[in-house]
């Protein structure tokens, strides 16, 4: 996904920094609107929770608009993680 993060100029850097916690790629940054946009690429899965981290990141302040990009290939350390999940759901439905 591409996001678009809008928030005032002091919550830049925590912004920043977790957007790359959530293997973002940062784009761009730059005034707009009187705050500071963050423009980055960042996997869908990483941002079921972001409203409300975001909102607490910013005290309420900051928003964000999200648009599809592309699809893109799963780095092996989170695929490993799915295909390990998916083998245990599958044993348990098994197993009832």
Do not use: C, W
């Not at 869908?44 to 929770?49: D, G, S, T, V, Y």
């Amino acid at each position: 996904m591409t996001i678009k993060v809008y928030t005032p100029d002091q919550f830049m850097g925590e912004i920043n920094g977790d957007l790359n916690h959530r293997r973002g790629r940062i784009l761009g940054m730059g005034p707009e609107e009187g705050m500071e946009v963050i423009t980055a690429e960042v996997p869908q899965a990483e941002l079921f929770r972001y409203p409300a981290e975001l909102r607490s990141i910013t005290g309420g302040q900051g928003y964000f608009e999200m648009t599809f990009n592309r699809y893109d290939v799963v780095p092996a350390n989170v695929a490993q993680k799915i295909i390990a999940a998916a083998a245990k759901n599958k044993e348990a439905e098994k197993e009832d």
